[in-house]
């Protein structure tokens, strides 16, 4: 277990170099010099180029990359281009907010969306089946930026009940995590519904009534925990859609965590922040699907790492 | 002898999404204490339909019995309120399964599956009699004790059957239904398990219902047979009776002629003809009549009932005195 763990973990490496180059790559060929951008339009073609010259942007694009990287095992994530400060210690103000907002969101997905599954699939076909089902395809068809900004008219200016911004205090927590979560428990209760489903017709789940079970004893003991390896997967994929959804919900609630963070960075092409952001959030993702693999082996015997 | 299960008429259907399907019509058997009864019958007669039914585990929502009666003992299984079904399910009725591939949690362990019946039906017995009765059964189904914290997984297909065995027998059932305990078996494997159940029936004086549609196991294995077609029971009688072939159900006679027989010529086997009644539009009259060599015009209009043609030995055809005769 600990020997496979390493090796995950070892192996995230290639992965991020993978996907920072590719950011760098991309940022390299959109539009929009950010030498122009920082100076303004009207600087003259000499302080441009000395700009160009000062943020290594005259280099090709691997010698961009491979010195951004050598600095960046070192620590050394850069300076804000337009800002100045330093990238790293913004993060470590800005990560505890995004990632209370995930965990925040995915526990109030898992605690709602997977009983509501449950029960969806124990009444199979009946009223309260349509009408959890309806609820989770409404949820899930809703983008996040709608639901934001419908919850920020309805709760902020309608009622006044919750902040429709910033970080003040718990309530400001309240309409991001409502957000965030709407897709990730639309999707746990479908799929929880329809992983119970399957189980509940099979033999062993027959057995287990024929030995004179309760029903919920069946139901809890023998039908959802063979289908938890499903609901977990969920569980991770969900988690990081919630980090990568992050950069939707933060910029409408003006939170300051990474996500805002990152999408204000996109626009002004300030590059050390988009690449340290990307690799933030690749980490939380690649160590995501490494607990969930681990957590595969702890729930079913069957499975065997490596 | 006294009866331990009565079935009375029972008529149970399966709502799809095409069609109703009938899949016992006016079932009628009883099982007798001590007991060991073959039921034989084609795919899709009604023989895992009536041990469901007995344990009211038809599917929900899909299966449904219509009218009839089962009784159990004084119980009438049909009223029983929830909780008494669960006191009898596992205690009092156990069922094996067909498939044992598939008829264990695969995330529990195999000692934990067999516990849970005593768990659920001894609370009051001390846990290290759990233990050991848990132990006890598996060394009878021959199985080592010390595998019982593996997983369904680690054990082979025949080794599976044999737990399933242990689970449905642990409690010492009064009535075994065993739904084609062997068929997902090989044939060495297959009379292992069937003498293995057979002891066990006998050292815990319980009455076991055999379904099979293997003839040869029934003569082997059973004091007595019931054949069903098209979900009603159409002979009943004891093996010498049904076996001896002076008297049977047209059914049963061709049941007997595609069985090879080592003493004759023949060439080649005679099966019956045609295919079962479908169970979603089935006929008026006898549900054989259409492939039945004996039929005629009444047959078609009317169904016949099951009537005693020695004692003890029923059939269910108005021609059941005459010969189909051998071919």
Redesign the interface.
Known sequence: MLKYTLKRLLLLIPVIIGITFLVFLVLSVSPGDPAVMMLGVEATEADIAAKRAELGLDQPVLIQYVQYMLKAVRGDFGKSWYQGFDVLNEFSHRLPYTLTLAVLSTIVAVVIGIPAGVYAAVRHNHMPDYIITFFALLLSAAPTFWLGMMYQLFFSLKLGWLPASGAGSWKAFILPIMSLTGGMLAGNSRMTRTWLLDVIRSDYVRTARAKGNKESVVIVKHALRNSLLQVITQIGVGFSNIVGGSLVAETVYAFPGIGSFLSAAVKSKDIPIVVGCIIVVSVIVGITNLVVDLLYAVVDPRVQLE | MEKLLEIKNLYVNYKTDEAVVHALNGFTLDVYKGETLGLVGETGAGKTTMCLST?R?L?E?IGEVVSGSIKYNDIDIMKASKNQM??????EI??I?Q?PM???????TVGEQIR??LD??YPDMPPKKRDTRVDDIMKLVGILPERKDQ?P?QFSGGMKQRI?IA?ALVSEPKLLLADEPTTALDVTIQAQILELMKALKESFNSSMVLVTHDLGIVAEFCDNVAVVYAGSVIERGSIEQVFSRVKNHPYTDGLFNCIPDLTSEAKRLTPIPGYMADASNLPKGCKFADRCVRCREKCKETEPELQEVDKGHFIKCWYADERSGET
């Open positions: 344990l585990l599917p929502d669960r006191q009898l399910r596992g205690a156990s069922m399964f498939d598939t008829s264990l949690n695969p995330i529990m849970e019946v659920l039906h997983y997984h399933v689970m």
